[in-house]
């Protein structure tokens, strides 16, 4: 498969978020996987000074909370729902499931409804680039690159998955669900900005005492979104929750919180691990997150949300 290659002057443009205005957005997210996930699509929804959610994909998943990829994606988008409930978003034209299965290979799309939407977004007409954030296996995102190579010229990903490129592994949940399409993303030439969870979303913790403090009794959504907290675990004495998935939001929200670097996109080996080579193309790497700033902007906005 081979794939338009952009000028590098115009991946460099791209590469720069967003400084005024909406960016017009859609969000890929595994959001039973964990708790994290519906924290981001509050986040996202929530922040409309800075981005315009156009549709919401579930992408496939398979842990404990899932008997498998489709049986994930469905939970998924079952959770993307009752999420879109508590905010009173038709999910109609918006939510769309995605793919259930991982690809078979690097060169093989899966097809779905969220992948069929992505193409069709990404081909229209619009000034600059739809950004792609994916906060899960992404899985839906390189399908469709698969499926229509050109997108790539059209949209900006963003994506909370793997581990900082000089790390030892690149072994994380999100990447090594689906390595096919992780090395479509990174073979693409798709202007990339990498989120990744070690050291970097790593920071982005809060307990019990803080939610209950700032989300809880403001509304329906902050009382769920604090229940979804709240039995993720049984004891949270003296206990933090990572909510990894916020990290890639707040970069479009306020790149300045979530600081990158331009790098080499990283080739992933077999025994899935970065290799470097300096003759690829640029891509950003985050390199940290101001965890007080997110939050505080998080919490903000959930206890002043009253409806759409």
């Known amino acids: 498969m081979s794939f338009p290659m952009l000028d590098d002057c115009v991946r460099l443009q791209r590469l720069l978020p967003p400084t005024s205005g909406q960016a017009p957005m859609v969000l890929d997210t595994d959001t039973y996987n964990e708790i994290d996930d519906q924290f981001a699509l509050a986040y996202a929804l929530l922040s409309r000074e800075r981005l315009s959610v156009e549709a919401v994909y579930a992408a496939p998943f398979h842990n404990s909370r899932s008997s498998g990829p489709e049986d994930g994606m469905e939970r998924s988008y079952e959770e993307i729902l009752r999420v879109l409930e508590r905010m009173h978003r038709a999910p109609e034209g918006f939510a769309f499931r995605g793919s259930r299965s991982y690809l078979p290979s690097a060169e093989e799309p899966v097809a779905s409804p969220a992948v069929e939407d992505l193409v069709e977004r990404a081909m229209a007409p619009r000034e600059g680039p739809l950004y792609v954030v994916a906060v899960g296996a992404i899985t839906n995102i390189a399908a469709a690159i698969l499926t229509r190579p050109e997108i790539v010229e059209r949209i900006v990903v963003v994506w909370l998955g793997g581990q900082p490129h000089s790390w030892h592994t690149a072994r994380e949940f999100n990447l090594q669900q689906d390595l096919h399409a992780t090395r479509v993303i990174l073979d693409s030439g798709v202007p990339f900005v990498h989120v990744p969870c070690t050291n970097v979303a790593q920071h982005m913790t809060t307990t019990l005492p ?99």
């Open 210 to 308: 803080e939610v209950a403090a700032h989300v809880r009794g403001h509304n329906a959504l902050g009382d769920y979104l604090f229940t979804v907290f709240e039995e993720f675990a049984e004891d949270h004495f003296a206990r933090a929750k990572v909510l990894w998935d916020l990290a890639p939001v707040a970069w479009l929200v306020n790149a300045a919180w979530v600081p990158t670097v331009l790098t080499h996109a990283p080739l992933l080996t077999d025994l899935v691990t970065w290799s470097l080579d300096r003759t690829r193309h640029l891509v950003r790497e985050a390199i940290g997150c101001n965890r007080n700033a997110i939050f505080g902007d998080l919490f903000r906005k959930i206890a002043a949300f009253e409806g759409p």
